[in-house]
T-cell receptor, first 114, second 113 residues
Framework: DVKVTQSSRYLVKRTGEKVFLECVQDMDHENMFWYRQDPGLGLRLIYFSYDVKMKEKGDIPEGYSVSREKKERFSLILESASTNQTSMYLC?????????????FGSGTQLSVL | GENVEQHPSTLSVQEGDSAVIKCTYSDSASNYFPWYKQELGKRPQLIIDIRSNVGEKKDQRIAVTLNKTAKHFSLHITETQPEDSAVYFCAASMRPGGFKTIFGAGTRLFVKA
């Protein structure tokens, strides 16, 4: 089965720190995504990438950037963490085909910014 | 852009009863509608999906219906069991050409034994 691995399950950071969230998938998927999950707001798309070095803004990209230097790895960067970025962050991947749209999610990283 | 609204936010049913979760979408170009289930502390997982050329799809105790004219789609769970307790998310996206999957806010389903 597809494995999507997020490097940390829990992170605690200080306001203003630079934060890196890492995601690795092992099934050669072209598409990778970063969502944040907040109660009552569902899953909101931050950024996605459909190829190495390619990135597209999602619905809430402000305060975030991403990096995709290798096909299997997609990093989310908080340049200067703020308390309103405390959230659960979910990485996902999928194949880029006409018919296969299933998203495979990682276990999530619960980030607390103090 | 696409917007997906989901109702209700919380649903409590007795074991054996049916549960229905409803979603509406805004972009008539959306043509793929997946449903994900997230159990407590776990990752979301796809449970069923439907494409815009189909009105209904069934998989054992779960079914999804789509009304393209009204831009509504619904998840139906029959004979609910305690293990159905979870958060359910509907979503919408466009295929081919788009990679964005937009999710609803989620429905927390409680199945009481």
């Amino acid at each position: 089965d597809v494995k999507v691995t997020q490097s940390s399950r829990y992170l605690v950071k200080r306001t203003g720190e630079k934060v890196f969230l890492e995601c690795v998938q092992d099934m050669d998927h072209e598409n990778m995504f970063w969502y944040r999950q907040d109660p009552g707001l569902g899953l909101r798309l931050i950024y996605f990438s459909y190829d190495v070095k390619m990135k597209e803004k999602g619905d809430i990209p402000e305060g975030y950037s991403v990096s995709r230097e290798k096909k299997e790895r997609f990093s989310l960067i908080l340049e200067s963490a703020s308390t309103n970025q405390t959230s659960m962050y979910l990485c996902a991947s999928s194949l880029r085909t006409e018919t296969n749209e299933k998203l495979f999610f990682g276990s999530g990283t619960q980030l607390s910014v103090l | 852009g696409e917007n997906v609204e989901q109702h209700p936010s919380t649903l409590s049913v007795q074991e054996g009863d049916s549960a229905v979760i409803k979603c509406t979408y805004s972009d008539s170009a959306s043509n793929y509608f997946p449903w994900y289930k997230q159990e407590l502390g776990k990752r979301p997982q796809l449970i069923i999906d439907i494409r815009s050329n189909v009105g209904e799809k069934k998989d054992q105790r779960i079914a999804v219906t789509l009304n393209k004219t009204a831009k509504h789609f619904s998840l139906h769970i029959t004979e609910t069991q305690p293990e159905d307790s979870a958060v359910y998310f509907c979503a919408a996206s466009m295929r081919p050409g788009g990679f964005k999957t937009i999710f609803g806010a989620g429905t927390r389903l409680f199945v009481k034994a």
